[in-house]
């Protein structure tokens, strides 16, 4: 079932008027003739989460924000969109902007934003412009500015570019950046909700989130809710990547299974050249990765679904996360140490600094999996990377500590076999992987 993604191969949908000629802009209307409170309501009843990654309640957040007489208050919308795996919010952004923009003003309204912001990832350097043409096209319509379509209600909607940093995708760092402030997570709380940017009453909502408030108005809050399954309402949208045979944003309704996903031609057509499936991280590089058999039926022997619970299903020990929805598929040929190895990396050069658990584990677990990767390590290695994870996990500002352990704990936890395998063969590990650790070396020294 198609809502976000409906209209996306209509030639020229980018441009205002094939947009309306199409329904756009007819949920802003119907949306201006309600009070803010109900479509607040119609949010809630959808059971719409939070599609940025931690699946929060999007009615409940909108409810949360403070609602102090005479202060004003914010949207603003996280384009950051760097979690490795993760594209479906540039797809969106790029090719059905219009359906983005009246999700902006629609939840503008219903907050009370009369100035809200996007904040883009600085490397997705040509959508703020298809973003700016859309939202003028917008304003030139009276669907932005002064008086939206005589109702009294005014609003900006302002692009910000960022700099390249995963953090600024942190809804805390995000907002100190967006004040022109270096990206460092805040302490909460408070939480944005009472003090955001510049110390406001802010809500922060990813792309899709807020793209989905326009079909939640036009069909009504429990319409939407009847698609999907128990707490996984509405459609979700999936970047599928890795060896599979049709890597691309599909739009789903979260009743559809692992296998099905992964082998139906209607979505990723099957692995390449007939290999077999060894593992997936099906949320993003922060969420568990999951083997072959605990990914398709759970510990419970049932199929496991594209959605919340199903995926999740036996917590860390048998299950993942639904995350961002970037769906990372690994065949038979692929080496866990190695991905393990690479996301180590990352995380390490994305922590900005600020607590040590992070600070110096991530740099830690990168240097001893280059080792163990490249044949130098030792089978206690394998026991401290555990030690360390365990040492960042919940003990940091933000999540991003979270986030750089989850990854190792879940490939030493399903795919010890293959670490100690690189150790007990340090001969075959090195001449398998010699490029990339210099590769690795090449690109960037390791901090601490
Ligand atoms: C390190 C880190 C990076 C994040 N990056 C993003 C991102 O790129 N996009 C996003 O929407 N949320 C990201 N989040 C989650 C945000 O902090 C926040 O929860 C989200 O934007 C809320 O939107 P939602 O409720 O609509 O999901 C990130 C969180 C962390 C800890
Ligand atoms: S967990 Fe890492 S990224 Fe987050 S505030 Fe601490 S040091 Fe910074």
């Not at 009453?201 to 429990?222: F, K, L, R, S």
Request: charged content about 25%; proline content about 6%; overall charge negative.
């Amino acid at each position: 079932m198609k809502l976000l993604l409906k209209n996306d191969r209509i030639p020229n949908i980018r441009s205002f008027d094939v947009h309306r000629a199409h329904g756009g802009y007819a949920a802003v209307e119907k949306a201006l003739k309600m009070t803010p409170d109900e479509i607040v309501e119609e949010v809630k009843k959808s059971g719409l989460r939070g599609r940025g990654g931690a699946g929060f309640p999007a009615g409940m957040k909108w409810s949360f924000l403070a609602k102090p007489e005479g202060v004003p208050r914010h949207l603003v919308c996280n384009a950051d969109e760097s979690e490795p795996g993760t594209f479906k919010d540039r797809y969106l952004m790029e090719h059905l902007p219009h359906t983005f923009i009246e999700g902006m003003i629609i939840a503008s309204y219903a907050l009370g934003s009369n100035a809200s912001y996007i904040y883009i990832r600085g490397e997705y350097a040509w959508i703020p412009d298809i973003l700016e043409a859309a939202i003028a096209e917008a304003r030139a319509a009276g669907f932005l500015g002064k008086n939206i379509l005589g109702t009294g209600f005014d609003c900006e909607i302002y692009v910000q570019r960022g700099a390249g940093a995963y953090i600024c995708g942190e809804e805390t760092a995000l907002i100190e950046s967006l004040e022109g402030k270096r990206g460092n997570p805040r302490i909460k709380p408070p939480f944005p909700a009472v003090q955001g940017l510049w110390m406001r009453p802010t809500v922060v909502n990813n792309v899709e989130t807020i793209a989905a408030v326009g079909p939640i108005i036009e069909m009504g809050g429990d319409e939407y809710a009847k698609i999907g399954v128990g707490k996984s309402t509405g459609t979700k949208l999936i970047s599928a990547c890795g060896n599979i045979n049709k890597p691309g944003v599909y739009e789903i309704d979260m009743t559809i299974s692992v296998e099905e996903f992964i082998y139906s031609d209607d979505y990723c057509g099957g692995i390449p050249n007939g290999k077999r499936l060894k593992a997936c991280i099906p949320g993003g590089s922060s969420v568990p990765i999951v083997p072959a058999n605990l990914l398709l039926t759970t510990a419970k022997g049932e199929p496991r679904m594209m959605n919340y619970e199903s995926l999740a299903d036996g917590g860390f020990q048998t299950g993942t996360m639904m995350g961002s929805g970037g769906f990372i598929v690994l065949d038979e040929d692929q080496c866990v140490v190695r991905h393990t190895m690479t996301l180590a990396r990352f995380y390490n050069h994305e922590s900005c600094g600020q607590c040590s658990p992070c600070r110096e584990g991530t740099g830690w677990m990168y240097k001893i999996l280059k080792n163990i990767e490249s044949g130098k390590g030792k089978m206690s290695d394998i026991d401290l990377l555990w030690d360390i994870q365990r040492r960042i996990e919940g003990n940091t500002i933000c999540p991003l500590g979270d986030a750089a352990a989850w990854p190792v704990a879940a490939a030493i936890r399903h795919f010890r076999d293959e670490f100690e395998w690189h150790v007990t063969h340090p001969e075959e590990a090195q001449i398998r992987n010699f490029g990339l650790a210099h590769y690795a070396d090449a690109l960037e020294p390791v901090v601490a």
